[in-house]
């Protein structure tokens, strides 16, 4: 049974960073993209950014493009989303998941295995 544990958010100022770990057990990680999405309060589910199984290729939504990281190490079956720069509207619980392979990549029905979340705060 494949399993995802986000850890790593928190309470940080405007302006400050954070880096998310999803670590993944069961299934083989290497054969899979991976995504993280966050969800606001009151908001849907978005998408965030999406990395290839080598790591050679990654996609970003346009509002943390130059901000945000996505990078994995397939050896330790985790990866991670590097934050910089966060602003209040960063605030919202990160979900990583397992993509399925379907086309439209930033879309939450074209993932099929999510971790629990990790909440992250970000303070004005």
């Known amino acids: 049974q494949v399993q995802l544990v986000e850890s790593g958010g928190g309470l940080v100022q405007a302006g400050g960073s954070l880096r998310l770990s999803c670590a993944a057990s069961?299934?083989?990680?290497?054969?899979?993209?991976m995504g993280w999405f966050r969800q606001a309060p009151g908001k849907e589910r978005e998408f965030v950014a999406l990395?290839?199984?080598?790591?050679?290729?990654?996609q970003y939504t346009d509002s943390v493009k130059g901000r945000f990281t996505i990078s994995r190490d397939n050896a330790k079956t985790t990866v991670y989303l590097q934050m910089n720069s966060l602003t209040p509207d960063g605030t919202a619980v990160y979900y990583c998941a397992r993509h399925t392979g379907a086309v439209l990549a930033i879309r939450p029905q074209s993932y099929a295995v999510w971790g629990q979340g990790t909440q992250g705060t970000v303070s004005s």
């Open positions: 990395i290839s199984r080598s790591g050679l290729w990654t």
């Open positions: 069961g299934g083989t990680f290497s054969n899979y993209n």
